[in-house]
């Protein structure tokens, strides 16, 4: 298998957050992984990317230029990687707050900024579109992600940790 | 099988130098390699073990070499512009023959640069960024694990020799996340240091210095050093080879550029184009003798880095005019495309070779 992931926002979306439980979520069972942030002189409110990339193969970079799948948070990320959603990439937009591209890629809208506000945190949003983006393409078990997300959040109160799982589910119905 | 776990290239160097005894590690902030810094901030104290921020990269490599004296494993970590600041020090490390470790998590120059990952301190770091006739031991690292076991490889080094070891490695390999296996071994055990200033009980005092003013005393300190280093090109050059055996085409790349090549690789060769390559480990002591061998059937060798052909010289020398050499290479923070280096596989494989001389 070879999956390859762009997720992009807005900072402080938890963009970064998401890319990296994905990548935790496969670690028992994928073979190669690799995670790569942005990094640099971002400011806040500025753009956030990163990559994931899940190979039964060795991965040469952990940059690539074509993706299998673009999860997308916010208008102005979706602008920046508009030329990348190519046929068969699987596009997720946060439709609380992008317009929905005209690009020949496959396009899940996720309707995740507004259902998180229901739940109580619009910070929660990211884990809506994991959870979206599974329901799609199964690289890691439901089960996985949430031992993920309850190991990366560990140490933190228990209801914020649910809050997440929570959300994590209301993205796999969606 | 062990349990992985995900970690940054940086975080894995400082999770390795904490499992490998690293008694005090002294940082400045950088990018990219801050994550260093923060790790051993954190998890330094709870090991019972010193971290200080220095107010300098050169105070940094002097508190180094003060831990180091003192007989204790030390380690600092900074990226290129910090790593000019402490070569006066590194010069004295090896003057001094200390043991330290030091991390070069490259990025872009010359000057401040920027942030992007580079690998243009190769000079720097292989032939001897400070003064005087030193080398220190060069480890470069192309993948998460990597970063994790040659750290501890560095502290065994550092300790068996009494030299600085530098991990030369970039930006990329320092931000990227990969899942690996931690070292569980113990430390290496400390052998007792009789030259050590800890304390000169029931013994006369030792000193420790750089500074030999009677004649031929520095001479014969120079005579020693490089006795030392001759027993280290002899016994301590590690690389990789991979499909080497039957390739026409040898490439040579080290840390990130490697990875990108083994892409390149595995894609001519399912092409049918016999590409192989040569991945040194250790920058120095360099692989001049396993690049010769090989050289010695192929058509030509391509070597590629992220600067504007610093090993190239290196394996120039290895190569000896053998076969011609080519390069592809990027700079200020550019990383070589794998479709770019194909391209030039596929532009050697086709070379005409004359026989019969």
New interface residues.
């Given amino acids: 298998m070879l999956e390859r992931i762009l997720i992009t926002g807005a900072g402080g979306q938890g963009v970064i957050l998401l890319g990296?439980l994905l990548?935790?979520s496969a670690?028992?069972h994928i073979p190669?992984?690799?995670?790569?942030?942005s990094?640099?002189?971002e400011v806040r409110g500025g753009t956030s990317v990163c990559q994931v990339i899940l190979s039964a193969?060795?991965?040469?970079?952990?940059?690539s230029e074509t993706f299998d799948s673009i999860l997308v948070m916010n208008q102005i990320s979706l602008e920046n990687v508009i030329r990348q959603m190519k046929k068969n990439c699987l596009v997720l937009v946060n439709s609380s707050l992008c317009k929905i591209p005209p690009v020949s890629s496959k396009v899940v809208s996720v309707d995740a900024t507004r259902l998180a506000d229901n739940l109580g945190d619009t910070r929660v949003a990211n884990f809506i579109m994991l959870g979206a983006y599974l329901a799609a393409k199964p690289v890691v078990t439901p089960l996985q992600a949430e031992k993920s997300i309850r190991e990366l959040l560990a140490g933190k109160n228990m209801s914020l940790i649910e809050l997440n799982i929570k959300a994590f589910r209301t993205g796999l119905e969606s | 099988m062990a349990t992985?776990?995900?970690m940054t290239g940086n975080d894995a160097i400082g999770e390795a130098a904490i499992r490998a005894g690293c008694d005090a590690y002294y940082g400045y902030p950088i990018?990219?390699q801050n994550e260093i810094t923060a790790f051993m901030a954190l998890h330094m104290p709870e090991n019972n073990r010193v971290f200080i921020q220095a107010e300098s990269e050169i105070s940094a490599i002097n508190m180094v070499f003060g831990t180091a004296a003192a007989g204790k494993r030390a380690m600092t970590s900074s990226s290129s512009p910090g790593i000019s600041l402490k070569q006066e020090g590194i010069s004295f490390l090896a003057g001094a023959e200390l043991p330290a470790v030091i991390v070069n998590v490259q990025r872009g120059g010359p000057g401040l640069g920027n942030?992007?990952p580079s690998q243009s301190d190769y000079f720097q770091a292989t032939k001897g960024g400070g003064h005087g006739d030193y080398h220190q031991i060069v480890l470069a690292p192309d993948s998460v694990q990597e970063m994790h076991d040659l750290t501890i490889l560095a502290f065994k080094l550092a300790g068996k020799y009494r030299t600085p070891v530098m991990i030369l490695t970039d930006?990329?390999l320092g931000?990227?996340?990969?899942?690996l296996i931690l070292y569980k071994g113990t430390p290496p055990p400390m052998q007792r240091k009789a030259w050590a200033v800890n304390g000169a009980i029931n013994r006369k005092p030792n000193f420790i210095r750089s500074l030999y003013l009677v004649e031929g005393e520095l001479e014969t300190l120079n005579i020693k050093l490089q006795k030392k280093y001759a027993g280290i090109r002899q016994k301590e050059i590690r690389c990789e080879k991979r499909l080497t055996q039957d390739c026409e085409v040898l490439l040579v790349a080290y840390g990130t550029s490697a990875?990108?090549?083994?892409?390149?690789i595995?894609s001519v060769r399912a092409a049918g184009i016999r590409a192989g390559l040569l991945r040194p480990i250790t920058l120095w002591p360099f692989p001049y003798d396993a690049i010769a061998r090989i050289a010695k059937h192929v058509k030509g060798v391509l070597v590629v880095e992220m600067s504007s052909g610093q090993m190239l010289e290196d394996v120039k020398l290895a190569v000896n005019g053998h076969v011609p050499v080519f390069f592809e290479g990027r700079m200020g923070g550019g990383?070589p495309l794998?479709s770019s280096i194909v391209k030039k596989i596929k532009s050697i494989s086709r070379r005409k070779i004359m026989t019969g001389h």
């Fill in positions: 990296r990548a935790s670690v028992e190669h992984i690799t995670f790569f942030p990094y640099g002189a193969k060795e991965i040469a970079s952990p940059l | 992985r776990v995900l990018t990219p942030i992007a930006g990329r931000q990227m996340m990969e899942p990875r990108i090549a083994k892409g390149a595995a990383v794998e």
